[in-house]
């Protein structure tokens, strides 16, 4: 049954705009093994709304959240950005909060620590490291000497790190508040967990960059929240927490990294650059949005007539970068396999599944190329320059490049 009724996940107002509606969507991650399986014939509502009292943006229906993380698939250490990310928020950690502390081994916790490659840089680095996260990946990083938990984070799991250890100098949350569905107990978790000279990061894809550049892909059922730094600063005060500092970084496609502190730290809030962005472009009210449906629909009409130009030109395309981005693209638009033929992606987790839905092949890099395709359509654009140079260096691919947003363009 959908529960239709909205209720805001930060503050539970019921009032809301809507921003998109998209239909009803498979899971962007409900990857297929046989052609059998019926999985991904599960489809679900998928909008955008901005709650009218707290400015977040999030998807409307919601699912259970044991059901989204069931089969999860993405491992963070298989992307070239995210190592070189990783070394470099590592060594700043330490530097900024880690080699000045009064403790001989700052303590730090990373929310979602996926299969345990930031704690891994964070533990090279010089801290007592402790991960959290919900999946079978916990275990996996737990196994390899990266201690981490296997639950979701919240108040319940921040009393235990406290009775069992202490509370950390240092909390890292990347990617977490945007897919937590207990927004409210998650944050909960972070008030009880951040000591009074503690430092926490949150690091977010912005949303500013969704609605600049359309990536209206990054929605999807498991991506509930959208945050700005205005949203994130209005859910962080009710739990006594603000942000001092909030930085631009290329990742995701472009994300925030926050600095946040508790209110009555004496550092003061230095974010004022990208709030008055924000205030300047009315992000944090529907006025900013309002192209946001028409760019998202013209998108997909210009990618599907490319496409069907391209096939009744006898022009082969195939995709690379199976990304859960790409999943929701793919059926958003309607693209199968007449008009796209496989998706190349390097995460052998990946390889011989079925996309969600439209039920095109999952292929190594090696057997996309074999198949000498014409152009190749960037499914994970956010490591467009990656993908580019892999397959040109790698394989010698002459062809040419689709890059789908923010509208489809032709690279040679
Ligand atoms: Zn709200």
């Known amino acids: 049954m959908i529960n239709h009724e909205f209720k805001c996940r930060a503050c539970n107002s019921q009032n809301h705009k809507m ?16 052609p059998t399986d019926q999985d991904d014939q599960f489809i679900w509502p998928l909008s955008l709304v901005m709650c009218q009292d707290c400015d977040l943006l999030q998807i409307k229906d919601e699912m259970p959240r044991e059901k989204l993380f069931s089969n999860y698939l993405w491992v963070t250490s298989t ?68 201690t981490s938990i296997r639950d979701f984070f919240g108040k319940k799991v921040a009393r235990h790190i406290i009775e069992t250890k202490r509370q950390p100098d240092v909390i890292v949350a990347r990617n977490v508040l945007g897919h937590s569905s207990e927004l409210q107990d998650l944050v909960e978790g972070m008030d009880e967990l951040l000591p009074p000279d503690g430092v926490m990061i949150l690091e977010m894809p912005y949303a500013f960059m969704l609605n600049y550049e359309t990536q209206y892909d990054t929605i999807f059922h498991e991506h509930l929240s959208y945050l700005t730094v205005g949203s994130t600063s209005n859910l962080l005060a009710r739990y006594g927490m603000k942000i001092v500092n909030a930085q631009f970084v290329d990742m995701n496609g472009g994300s925030i990294l926050c600095e946040v502190r508790r209110t009555e730290h004496p550092t003061p809030e230095n974010h004022h650059a990208l709030l008055s962005l924000e205030n300047l472009i009315h992000l944090n009210t529907p006025f900013g949005w309002r192209n946001f449906s028409a760019n998202t629909h013209r998108q997909r009409d210009e990618l599907v007539t490319m496409l069907q130009k391209l096939r009744a030109d ?66 994970a654009w956010n490591f467009k320059d990656e993908i580019i140079n892999y397959l040109r260096k790698e394989f010698g691919y002459a062809g040419k490049f689709i890059v789908p947003l923010p509208l489809p363009e032709i690279i040679d």
């Not at 921003?19 to 899971?27: K, V």
Request: with cysteine; glycine share 8%.
């Open 19 to 34: 921003i998109l509606d998209m239909g009803e969507l498979p899971l962007a991650n409900a990857f297929v093994k046989e």
């Open 79 to 146: 992307s070239s950005s995210a190592k070189k990310h990783a070394e470099w928020l590592s060594e700043h950690l330490w530097v900024e909060f880690g080699v000045n502390s009064h403790h001989e081994k700052p303590f730090l916790v990373e929310i979602a620590s996926n299969d345990g490659f930031f704690l891994e840089h964070y533990r090279d680095a010089g801290f007592d490291i402790l991960g959290v996260d919900p999946s079978n990946l916990a275990e996996e990083a737990d196994n390899r000497g990266l």
């Open 314 to 379: 006898k022009l082969s395309v195939l995709a690379y970068g199976a990304a859960a981005k790409f999943m929701t693209m793919l059926n958003y638009c309607g693209i199968d396999t007449t008009l796209l033929g496989a998706v190349g992606d390097a995460n052998p987790r990946k390889q011989g599944l079925l996309c969600p839905g439209v039920r095109i092949p999952v292929v190594a890099p090696s057997a996309l190329m074999e198949m000498n395709p014409d152009y190749v359509l960037i499914g």
